[in-house]
């Protein structure tokens, strides 16, 4: 059976933040989470074709096809993100199939440059099959076979995903948004349950890389919550790497009240509950 193709929003040939060392980044369209403060909104939702993003391109890179279907000229776009901002449903008009052989040949290039390979989202796990092939491949291939493979996941994926991963995978960073239910619920649309799963499992399959916990000043910052967090987290591995990760409004959509950013001093006290809690391997960003 051929390897199914991918949902490719965008590609990053070196990154030094999606993983150990230099990466290079795939990032997934659709995500199973609507989180208030995510980063790359538009990776939320598959592009639905209401083409209401078409007249505001300014390069004229977008175009509705006889289909019906929103078409994007890669070689017209000048990188303008306006079709990113005025899309109703957090899509993206510039995802792109994209065939396992295809996103090699990307990768190929950079390698020598390179410590290995990220997929990132959205969630990445969605598309489990495609990135199974894609790792896969890495590790056939005599030019890349020396490059990790991490993901970089919500950690709302079931136990069979995970088996069919775990082969292919060298390490899997896991947000987690918050670990009492009620608040994750309010921020993300969806429950915790899994994610919990998630890093019990992944820990227990020596493929949890690190924890990272983004920060919402008022939100989830609590100082009983991070004492709770950093217990639960303890219960799975005391020495664990968790990432304390500051929210930072760029990029993130308007919301209602405001979300507001945590302060120096803030993030540096919550590394300090962390590290007094156990021998956890604290980074803050």
Partial sequence: MSAPPGLVTDTIAFSNVDGPGNRFVAFLQGCTFDCAACHNPYTIAVCNDCGDCVD????????????????????????????????????????????????LDRIRPAAPFLSGVTVSGGEATRQAAFVRALFGGVKSDASLARLTCFIDSNGDADADTWALLAPVTDGVMVDLKCLDPEIHRAITGHPND???????????????YEVR?????????????????????AGVDPAMRVKLIGYRRHGVRPHSPD?????VAAMDAAADLFRAAAAFDVCVV
């Fill in 259 to 263: 979300l507001v950013e945590p302060t």
């Fill in 194 to 208: 899994a994610v919990l799963d998630s890093i019990r499992l992944l820990q227990a399959l020596g493929l949890l």
């Fill in 56 to 103: 505001t391109c300014a390069s004229g890179a977008l175009a509705v096809g006889a289909d019906g279907r929103v078409t994007w000229d890669a070689t017209a776009c000048t990188g303008g993100d306006t079709c990113l901002t005025v899309c109703p449903h957090d899509a993206s008009p510039k995802a792109r199939t994209i065939e396992v052989a295809a996103l």
């Fill in 213 to 233: 916990l983004l920060l919402v000043a008022g939100v989830n910052d609590g100082t009983d919550l991070l004492r709770r967090t950093a217990a639960w987290l």
